[in-house]
């Protein structure tokens, strides 16, 4: 298909050169042309001048050699078309080259949107097998009860569950790849936006009963709002997540004149090295067998964590080690210009 489309925009590039080269020749051919009929005319009568009527020279065709012309016109026939050959074969190579400099970054959207497609119908299909597969098992069962019933509901809403934080977190997504669509830069307190984030976490924390510890320095800041607000909140969400119940966690902030920072550090189960060039990507989630963790999740989290960080021309890592903990550190500029 990318060949395909490569290999028309070549054949288009190459139409159009052809074009303009042929043009061009034709013109060249022309000028060249009519110079040589006067170049032929202005020896004449330099002759006609020079020799009266009556001499030798006059009566002599060989002066205004019509094959002399006819050979010119032939060489210079031949030299264009010399000339063009090279012309459409450089700019072939080149055409090929350009177009498929024009279409990689056309060819890695599509894959990106099919790699998507294909993660999220993936993800969607797992909960929705797992529900029809359990309904069906119970209409077969003669003997269910009731209280097989409860039970049944209250794993299917398990399930619905996890579809509805699918479709919220696709949903989250999609907004934040849009490049310059809903952003509403303003000037905000990075204080106040962290403690309505933790808000938001306390009822996950103390339900494992982990503090989450403060050390914050008020920083105004240009930035969205909603979307920083959003992006501590799923830092410290994976942080709750993935520590055991007991476990303290500490988010801090610093600034420079131009800069702030805030981290997020916590004292769960880590990453190993393997997993922590990935753990940005789309879709990736630790391997659960490794790090021990049954956290709910898609591994969308920290890609959309990302992409906030990347709209406000900010840098996001990550310094873990596994089985000791993870501290996520964002920095951004304090004016997004
Ligand atoms: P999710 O948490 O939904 O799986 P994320 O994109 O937020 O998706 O995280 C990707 C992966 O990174 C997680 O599956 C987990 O393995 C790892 N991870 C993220 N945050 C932490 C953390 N604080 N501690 C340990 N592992 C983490």
């Given at each position: 298909m990318?060949e ?34 006067r ?22 065709p ?28 450089i700019?072939?190579g080149?055409?090929?080259?350009l ?26 299909k ?29 794993e ?10 699918l ?105 190993s ?35 906030i ?29």
């Open positions: 990318f395909k489309t490569r290999l028309k925009l070549t054949a288009w590039y190459l139409l159009i050169i052809m074009l303009i080269s042929f043009t061009f020749s034709a013109v060249i051919f022309n000028v060249q042309m009519v110079e040589v009929e170049f032929a005319r202005a020896q004449r009568t330099r002759f006609e001048r020079q020799y009266r009527p009556d001499t030798f020279f006059v009566s002599q060989f002066l205004i050699d019509p094959d002399l012309v006819a050979e010119t016109q032939k060489h210079l026939l031949s030299n264009l078309l010399i000339i063009n050959s090279i012309i459409i074969i700019s072939g080149f055409g090929y080259f177009a498929g400099k024009t279409l990689r970054p056309i060819k890695e959207m599509v894959d990106d949107q099919d790699r998507f497609i294909s993660d999220s119908s993936h993800e969607l797992t909960p929705l097998t797992s529900l029809k597969s359990a309904m069906e098992v119970a209409l077969m069962d003669k003997t269910f009860t009731l209280v097989d019933a409860k039970k049944l509901i209250k299917n809403i398990a399930d619905v569950d996890r579809l509805h934080y479709s919220e977190s696709l949903i989250n997504l999609s907004r934040n790849k849009e490049q310059n669509g809903n952003s509403i830069f303003e000037n905000i307190s990075l204080s106040i936006v962290i403690e309505s984030a933790i808000k938001k976490i306390l009822p996950q924390a103390n339900n494992k009963k982990i503090v989450i510890k403060k050390s914050l320095v008020n920083t105004d800041f240009c930035g969205d709002k909603e979307k920083i607000e959003n992006l501590i909140t799923i830092l410290l969400e994976n942080a709750v997540k993935y520590s055991s119940s007991n476990k303290t966690i500490l988010i801090k902030t610093a600034k420079t004149n131009k800069t702030l920072s805030f981290s997020v550090t916590d004292h769960g189960q880590g990453i090295k393997k997993d922590l060039p990935f753990i940005f990507d789309r879709f990736y989630r630790a391997d659960p067998s490794r790090s021990r963790s049954k956290a709910p999740g898609f591994g969308l989290g920290l890609s959309i964590a990302k992409m960080v990347e709209k406000h021309h900010g840098e996001i890592g990550v310094k873990s080690r596994l089985g000791h903990g993870s501290m996520f550190i964002v920095t951004l500029p304090r004016n997004v210009s």
